[in-house]
């Protein structure tokens, strides 16, 4: 009797057991083709209908574009996806990369801090299913039970040899193009391979292998850069007969009708008197802004350029052993400072006066590469105050010109600088400087021993013709070098302050501020229309627009430029009989046998 008691036990226990299995199975194929509701059911998270599309169309296309609006919560949505893949598909290998480390560690912390604590039962599920959690400067991953695992890799050459089935980029537009396609693609060498594709009914079946993902996240950005191309092949895919492409934009406005973002938020924005329309529309309303129709400058040229690490700060505080470097041979430091000395106010948006100093690095063909390493923008100071604070940015970064707007307001200024000027904070006096290309000018400094360093700049047309078209040779032939975007910043702040990352966002906003004016140089640059009359090209900012950097920039690089043309000239000219002899006399020398 006993005997068959436990017989039939074992075989209830067989059959509870397959129906179990039974039961996974369905279950698993059903959550599988309706993720969104499987993060409902399993992971207790309510979804809003555009989550839920972007979810299911992530899961179920192997090329993704998914343009977002700031405050939309992209992130959120691609931590819920990493975790609804990692526990639906056993032994699934994710990495997510961006630019910079922190950047892609976000989607971690979401994970980590959010899924992991706040959603119940869902949460606890959630927990069980995760071994390991490691989210530190160097090492950010998460393994799950299931072997899955998540982890985040920078987008560098540093990431060469990943292997991963999913592959998130997050903030894409930031990434070099050449990373994606040399480094990070080819992640994606090894497709998952679950144990049943062993079994011979389904070892060469293809219906059978999975393909791998890669999902492109960002706000929108130029229509010259590459992520805007990468789009259009995309949507032409996605429209197409070809399967597997989804793109898709989420703008401000479903930001606003879902509760995500405050319409009297944006309204506050757009008040502002430092509103950009172009940026906003990029990064908020989704929309590829075009740079290359009526414009001057495109972003094409200038991005290229934006190869700087470091900027150089003023305040020797600021940094462990911050020293502005000494010049080396033949280099020039130019400060360059286009006066505006009204405020912004009440909706109305005035020029600022901007400061941008370049150091000017000779090349063995006797050419200047300028490297801007630090611009700043100040509204609202007195006459005297620009005055000051120029004259000691000049002392500070060891400058040996300075190029001032002395039309209109700016004569005041210069005629300040060309007297000694005594620091009342620190009780340091500033010798006059004089004017080295106009002698009325130069005539205006009664200290006769003056240096004569500053270069006195009265804008007409013939002039303004000139500086735009040299300023856009400059750039189209790689002799301009700016600061890299403020997004990939931290990592080369972060080298040289101790702590950065832990800094308060005020302090950390000080140190990234000359990247940030950098960008703001970037979009007034490609911001300006202009237009020909006669012979020459007339450079002019849209309405609300401004061109104060600009206008900086293009003093300072044709100063340059004159300043290029005395270092040719000398080279020209330093010619020795000495040397001529003994060169002649080396050809003549009897060669040595071997």
């Given at each position: ?361 000779p090349s063995n063909s006797n050419k200047y590469t300028a ?158 229309e202009y237009e020909i009359k006669g012979v020459n090209i ?57």
């Open positions: 009797m006993s005997t068959e008691i436990i017989k039939r036990k074992k075989e209830n226990e067989a059959e509870n057991l397959d129906a179990l299995l039974e039961g996974i199975e369905l279950w698993t194929s059903f959550y599988r083709e309706n993720p969104h509701r499987f993060a409902k059911d399993y992971l207790n998270v309510e979804l809003m209908l555009f989550q839920k599309m972007d979810i299911y169309m992530m899961m179920h296309n192997n090329h993704s574009i998914i343009w977002a609006s700031r405050g939309i919560g992209k992130t959120w949505e691609t931590a819920l996806f990493c975790i609804i893949r990692a526990i639906l598909y056993p032994g699934t290998k994710i990495c997510i990369c961006s630019a910079t480390r922190p950047q892609a560690n976000e989607v971690l912390l979401k994970i980590v801090e959010d899924f992991c604590v706040n959603y119940g039962y869902g949460s606890d599920n959630l927990n069980r299913e995760i071994e390991t959690k490691v989210i530190a400067a160097n090492k950010a991953e998460i393994k799950f039970y299931n072997n899955s695992w998540i982890k985040v890799v920078t987008a560098s050459d540093s990431a060469r040899g990943n292997r991963a089935n999913i592959v998130i980029i997050d903030e894409f537009r930031m990434v070099d193009k050449n990373i994606i396609d040399t480094v990070i693609t080819k992640f994606k060498a090894d497709p998952r391979r679950p144990p049943y594709l062993k079994k011979p009914e389904y070892k060469d079946n293809e219906k059978y292998q999975e393909d791998n993902i890669e999902v492109y996240l960002s706000s929108c950005w130029f229509k010259s850069h590459w992520s805007y191309q990468k789009s259009i092949t995309y949507l032409k895919n996605f429209m197409g007969a070809r399967s597997g492409y989804y793109i898709v934009g989420h703008p401000y406005q479903l930001a606003i009708k879902e509760g995500l973002l405050k319409r009297t938020a944006v309204e506050d924005d757009m008040l502002e008197p430092g509103f950009d329309q172009a940026k906003f529309d990029m990064e908020m309303g989704c929309l590829p802004y075009s740079d290359t129709d009526g414009t001057f400058f495109t972003f094409e040229d200038i991005s290229n350029c934006r190869k700087l690490k470091y900027a150089v700060y003023p305040d020797r505080r600021m940094l462990k052993n911050n020293k502005v470097p000494d010049l080396i041979p033949d280099e020039k430091r130019i400060l360059s400072v286009d006066v505006a000395l009204l405020a912004s106010k009440n909706n109305k948006r005035n020029d600022a006066s901007s400061i941008i100093i370049n150091s000017a690095i490297n801007i390493i630090y611009l700043e923008n100040v509204e609202g100071l007195r006459t005297e105050e620009l005055a000051l604070k120029v004259r000691k940015l000049f002392s500070i970064y060891k400058c040996t010109d300075l190029a001032v707007d002395v039309v209109g307001q700016g004569l005041g200024v210069f005629d300040a600088i060309s007297r000694d000027m005594l620091d009342p904070e620190t009780g340091e006096l500033y010798p006059a400087l004089s004017c080295c290309n106009d002698s009325d000018f130069a005539d205006r400094c009664k200290d006769y021993n003056a240096p004569k360093v500053i270069w006195a700049i009265k804008g007409n047309s013939a002039f303004n013709n000139e500086i735009c078209t040299t300023l856009r040779n400059g750039f189209q032939s790689n002799r301009i070098n700016l600061l890299i975007p403020e997004e990939n910043a931290d990592a080369s702040i972060s080298e040289r302050v101790k702590n950065y990352f832990k800094l308060p966002k005020h302090e950390k906003l000080i140190y990234q501020m000359p990247y940030i004016q950098t960008t703001l140089l970037v979009y007034e640059l490609i911001n300006l007339k450079i002019k900012e849209k309405s609300g627009m401004r061109k104060d950097r600009y206008s900086s920039l293009a003093y300072n690089y044709w100063v340059q430029c004159q300043l290029e043309r005395d270092l040719t000239q000398r080279s020209n000219n330093d010619f020795s009989m000495k040397k001529y002899i003994k060169g002649l006399s080396a050809l003549a020398r009897k060669p040595k046998m071997y």
